[in-house]
T-cell receptor, first 109, second 117 residues
Framework: SQQGEEDPQALSIQEGENATMNCSYKTSINNLQWYRQNSGRGLVHLILIRSNEREKHSGRLRVTLDTSKKSSSLLITASRAADTASYFCATAPGNQFYFGTGTSLTVIP | GAGVSQSPSNKVTEKGKDVELRCDPISGHTALYWYRQRLGQGLEFLIYFQGNSAPDKSGLPSDRFSAERTGESVSTLTIQRTQQEDSAVYLC???????????????FGSGTRLTVV
């Protein structure tokens, strides 16, 4: 069974707007990561947040983690057309990551 | 190598045939993972290898699926007597160390798109 679920399943925004995606998971975790996938092939690691962290930034990305609610959010600021992709959260209750179903983001130029 | 390499990138096979997919991880990465992704779906964990330890096969969907890895190098995923439901992209990933609560990000290959006709 999958650990994480992203919400919304699909998101369409205008270039320059911010995009927010949410992830909920089921069990206690050690770490949570966000990945991007273009064109249904390999995933690219974006950011890792540890269970004792609440917020992390990387460039235009901001990730929050609320372990009491078992949820995380990914914010992409000032979106670009090149951000169009599917975004997955991945949780590691043990030694390997389990991935959610993804949010498909479309940024309209 | 510089990245995780998977071959072939695409494979079309007839139902009932066996297929072998190959993954060449980043040199020095002790952990290697296989995932399956059906069209429009999330990633489904299949199996992971950590060094010379016994692999975690808990995600393999049936006994038609098997995987091997020699030491910390190449891994092969074999699907016997393929079925149409096996059609998917098979993704391989590696990371420097496992057994650390997922403390390291994965580097993914570009995947093998398997189509069973």
């Amino acid at each position: 069974s999958q650990q994480g679920e992203e919400d919304p399943q699909a998101l369409s925004i205008q270039e320059g707007e911010n995009a927010t995606m949410n992830c909920s998971y089921k069990t206690s975790i050690n770490n949570l990561q966000w990945y991007r996938q273009n064109s249904g092939r390999g995933l690219v690691h974006l950011i890792l947040i540890r269970s004792n962290e609440r917020e992390k930034h990387s460039g235009r990305l901001r990730v929050t983690l609320d372990t009491s609610k078992k949820s995380s959010s990914l914010l992409i600021t000032a979106s670009r057309a090149a951000d169009t992709a599917s975004y997955f959260c991945a949780t590691a209750p043990g030694n390997q990551f389990y991935f959610g179903t993804g949010t498909s983001l479309t940024v309209i130029p | 190598g510089a990245g995780v390499s998977q071959s072939p990138s695409n494979k079309v096979t007839e139902k009932g045939k066996d297929v072998e997919l190959r993954c060449d991880p980043i040199s020095g990465h002790t952990a290697l993972y296989w995932y399956r992704q059906r069209l429009g779906q999330g990633l489904e964990f299949l199996i992971y290898f950590q060094g010379n330890s016994a692999p975690d096969k808990s995600g393999l969907p049936s006994d038609r699926f098997s995987a091997e890895r020699t030491g910390e190098s190449v891994s092969t995923l074999t699907i016997q007597r393929t079925q149409q439901e096996d059609s998917a992209v098979y993704l391989c990933a590696s990371s420097p160390v496992s057994g650390t609560g997922g403390a390291y990000g994965y580097t993914f290959g570009s995947g093998t798109r398997l189509t069973v006709v």
